[in-house]
Nanobody
C-alpha cells in the first residue's frame, strides 16, 4: 500500500511563498514512482500543477505556474517538494501529491495510481 502524506499548506498573502512536502510512509519508496502535484479549487476540476520523473531528469509544469513553482525530490528522504513563489489568489486550492507506477502521461490525472489526502493553500489578496 502506497501512502502519501502532504503538508506545508497554509494561509499566505499574495506575493508570498510556501513549500509543500509529500512524504511517503511505511514501506513506500518513492524512487519507484514518477511523482506529481495536482490542485483542486472549490467547484473546479482537479488540475495538473507539476511532475517529476523517478530520477528527476524530466520535469513538467502547468503554464499557469511555470517560473513560479519548482518541483523537486529527495529519494533518500522519500520526499517530494513543491516550492511555490509569487503566489496569487488564483493559486488557492487543495494541493494533492500523487504517484505514478507505470510512467504514463505526466500531465494526466488518470496516469496516477496513488494519492495523498491533500493540503489546503489559501492566498489572500
Amino acid at each position: 500500500q502506497v501512502q502519501l502524506v502532504e503538508s506545508g499548506g497554509g494561509l499566505v498573502q499574495a506575493g508570498g511563498s510556501l513549500r509543500l512536502f509529500c512524504a511517503a510512509s511505511g514501506s513506500t519508496f518513492i524512487s519507484r514512482y514518477a511523482m506529481g502535484w495536482f490542485r483542486q479549487a472549490p467547484g473546479m476540476e482537479r488540475e495538473f500543477v507539476a511532475a517529476i520523473r523517478r530520477s528527476g531528469g524530466s520535469i513538467y509544469y502547468a503554464d499557469s505556474v511555470k517560473g513560479r513553482f519548482t518541483i523537486s525530490r529527495d529519494n533518500a528522504k522519500n520526499t517530494v517538494y513543491l516550492q511555490m513563489n509569487s503566489l496569487k489568489p488564483e493559486d488557492t486550492a487543495v494541493y494533492y501529491c500523487a504517484a505514478d507506477s507505470n510512467y504514463g502521461d505526466a500531465y494526466a490525472i488518470e496516469s496516477y495510481d496513488y494519492w495523498g489526502q491533500g493540503t489546503q493553500v489559501t492566498v489572500s489578496s
